[in-house]
């Protein structure tokens, strides 16, 4: 089955610790995306790919770090600067011929303890 | 003002109601738009892509976009318990890779 896959569904976090988050596809998308959703906010965007070994900030970027090493992956890494890590953190991808709708995986809840 | 306003709800209908979700924005040169449905808890799923303006039918599901008036809606007919989700807006300009701008999203909820 063609999709997108994020782990883990939960992740806890001490207070100064950096962690990673993964996203892979198997759509052969050569665009992804990184958001993340708060209560009442939306979704916002923290980073986005359109290429291997390319990658843009998006509008919420302070905090996190990403590479694009291969197609099939971006990982998102929460590092002990971002102020305030607790939230639902969606990934997204986008066939590069195709119009703007992205394609979401299921998801990943950060929470800091 | 924000680029995409959508009234966040809550939005309670019986079910078999017709349900009217909307959505405006400032951005002229938003091109594409689409219509997302989220579970709690759950990632965002595409429901309905629209180029342009006019019109788009999915089953119970139909998108309008009003370009003059900056105005996009989804509506439901038949509504049903398993609409009961929260509906995100997204638009985006004509160029290629750029990102999608979302709404806050509105809740719904369909009572049997």
């Known amino acids: 089955d063609g999709g997108i896959t994020q782990s883990p569904k939960y992740l806890f976090r001490k207070e100064g610790q950096n962690v990673t988050l993964s996203c892979e596809q198997n759509l052969n998308h050569d665009a992804m995306y990184w958001y993340r959703q708060d209560p009442g906010q939306g979704l916002r965007l923290i980073y986005y790919s359109q290429i291997v070994n390319d990658f843009q900030k998006g509008d919420i970027a302070e905090g996190y770090s990403v590479s694009r090493e291969k197609k099939e992956s971006f990982p998102l890494t929460v590092t002990s600067a971002q102020k305030n890590p607790t939230a639902f953190y969606l990934c997204?991808?986008?066939?590069?011929?195709?119009?703007?709708?992205?394609?979401f995986g299921p998801g990943t809840r950060l929470t800091v303890l | 003002q924000k680029e995409v306003e959508q009234d966040p709800g809550p939005l309670s209908v019986p079910e078999g109601a017709i349900v009217s979700l909307n959505c405006t924005y400032s951005?002229?040169?938003?091109?594409?738009f689409m219509w997302y449905r989220q579970y709690s808890r759950k990632g965002p799923e595409l429901l309905m892509y629209?180029?342009?303006?006019g019109n788009k039918e999915d089953g119970r599901f139909t998108a309008q976009v009003d370009k003059s008036s900056k105005y996009i809606s989804l509506f439901i007919r038949d509504s049903q318990p398993s609409d009961s989700a929260t509906y995100l807006c997204a638009m985006s300009d004509n160029q290629a890779g750029t990102a999608l701008i979302f709404g806050k999203g509105t809740t719904l909820s369909v009572s049997s």
């Open positions: 997204a991808s986008r066939g590069i011929f195709r119009g703007n709708e992205q394609f």
């Open positions: 629209t180029y342009s303006s």
């Open positions: 951005n002229s040169a938003f091109q594409y």
